[in-house]
């Protein structure tokens, strides 16, 4: 009974599972090293058919991310696997209650602790927001309190049924994954950026808040912005959020129930957290020098393909970055172009959005005067540096981005799919930055002209998406002119 229940031979499944985002979570045993662990399986039901590789390709990037974090709120991956055709992540086991417990049981909560436990989220978000892993379900359930009054985020697992920009092919325009109250606008359009979890914490915040008779003015309107329609008119970032929450920390009260230690060792876990939000963006350790016997950048290129098809990422960037200044020193500009693009590739599957921009931008001027703007290469690079914008929620640059090559494509006088994406993707930000009436025409232009490249059932669900935010604003602007 018990062998039957292993996974890998090594984790002993010992309850039923919970149902999370993108699998089952079994609390297991870890017979190898003697601990309890999270094991998280991915859904039988979520496999099969074409989006089977995709979708696997994502969950082992959650896992990857994840790990990546190296945060103390965000649970430690230990393991990933397959076992007999089951794709599984091995996980810290997390005691504690969610914020969701905490304020069905207590309410009001004390304003000390709103502001200790906004401040916890920030120092995540901050540091996954680095790593371009947009949590999507940021929620009072994905929220856990633990017994010293330290805060885990966890079930990152919505990222990867959206993943980055709007080119999503697991999560369809209008139809998001997670709880919709806490869901940015903009996810209708199926764009996720590090404000829409911002959003979120705002509708967090709003919920600790209730039930305050007299909430202090300084969170009520800090909520207020990060709950703002447009992205852009939210805080820049989780950390700018976390110095506007820093100075309003206080002595924290007894949670009774729920933190059982001494909050003067709350408060110096907290204060650990404080490190990664002025460490979180790494600078990439310099490129070794390639070992083993001289070879040419087509045969770098083949290793680092390899190791980027197994998933070894890091591997692979080396021996792409090692190649590039090889080849730089030797003047060879042929070969620093064909390294660049695949570097630049290499980033853009691996989910490292920040380090893409740069890389996609270095592709392009490598190869620029080699072949047209307007050619597939080039338009394919392009886009990625877009949609990497997107994912890092620069979403003017991205729209620029977006806007130059759809021009070089009409003075071209070139209809093609890359500028059909191009053409959706930029409309879809034109809604997300409030301008849906634009938007709409711009949609409605591209189902009139009927290229074989438009996908009717996304262009339709696309101006669904737009049509619904619109009505949502306009129900908001009826209600502000009625106060």
């Known amino acids: 009974m018990i062998s039957s229940a292993l996974v890998a031979g090594r984790y002993e499944l010992i309850d039923d599972p919970l ?5 089952e979570v079994y609390r297991a045993y870890d017979t190898h090293l003697d601990r309890e662990v999270a094991v998280k399986v991915i859904h039988r039901d979520l496999l099969g058919g074409d989006l089977e590789t995709e979708l696997v390709r994502r969950f082992r990037r959650e896992a990857r991310l994840t790990a990546k974090a190296a945060h103390p709120g965000v649970p430690a991956v230990y393991d990933v696997g397959v076992d007999r055709d089951r794709h599984y992540v091995v996980m810290e086991l997390i005691h504690g209650a969610t914020l969701r417990d ?23 978000l901050a ?3 680095e790593l371009a892993l947009i949590h999507r379900d940021l929620k009072p359930d994905n929220v856990m309190i633990c017994a010293d009054g330290t805060v885990k985020v966890i079930d990152f697992g919505v990222a990867i049924l959206a993943d980055a920009g709007p080119s999503s092919r697991l999560t369809p325009v209008g139809a998001t994954a997670g709880d919709t109250r806490y869901q940015a606008p903009e996810r209708l359009l199926g764009i996720a950026t590090p404000q829409s979890d911002l959003f979120s914490l705002g509708r967090v915040i709003q919920d600790m808040l209730r039930d305050h008779v007299d909430a202090p003015a300084e969170h009520v309107m800090l909520s207020g912005e990060l709950t703002r329609r447009q992205p852009e008119l939210r805080p820049g970032n989780a950390t700018e959020v976390f110095h506007r929450l820093e100075p309003l920390l206080g002595a924290l009260p007894p949670l009774p129930g729920f933190v059982t230690r001494r909050q003067e060792r709350s408060l110096r876990l907290y204060e650990q957290t ?5 460490n979180a963006v790494t600078a990439r350790k310099a490129p070794a020098a390639p070992s083993g016997p001289e070879t040419g950048p087509r045969q770098h290129r083949v290793r680092a393909e390899k190791y980027a098809d197994a998933g070894q990422f890091g591997r692979a960037l080396r021996i792409l970055e090692s190649a590039i200044e090889l080849a730089d020193r030797q003047h060879d ?5 064909d390294l660049r693009r695949d570097l630049a590739a290499v980033l853009v599957r691996s989910g490292d959005s920040r380090q893409a921009v740069d890389a996609c931008g270095k592709a392009v001027d490598a190869i620029a005067g080699r072949i047209a703007a307007t050619h597939p290469a080039m338009a394919a690079l392009r886009l990625a540096k877009a949609r990497s914008h997107v994912a890092i929620g620069e979403i003017p640059e991205a729209c620029a981005t977006y806007q130059a090559l759809i021009d070089d ?17 930029s409309a879809a930000l034109l809604a997300v930055q409030g301008e849906v009436a634009r938007a709409v025409a711009l949609v409605n232009l591209l189902i009139k002209e009927s290229h074989p490249a438009v996908d009717p059932a996304r262009a339709n669900g696309l101006l669904a998406a737009m049509r619904e935010l619109m009505h949502d604003a306009e129900v908001q602007a009826s209600r502000s002119d009625g106060c």
Do not use: K, N, Y
């Open 102 to 124: 905490l304020l069905d049981e207590l309410q009001p909560l004390p304003i000390a602790w709103v502001t200790f436990i906004a401040a916890q989220i920030c120092a995540v």
């Open 333 to 337: 500009q042929a070969a620093v172009a």
């Open 274 to 278: 404080l490190p990664f939000l002025s």
């Open 19 to 23: 149902r999370g985002s993108m699998g």
């Open 409 to 425: 494509f009409a003075a071209a006088g070139l209809v093609l799919p890359e500028a059909v994406e191009a053409r959706m993707e």
């Open 127 to 129: 540091r996954t927001h």
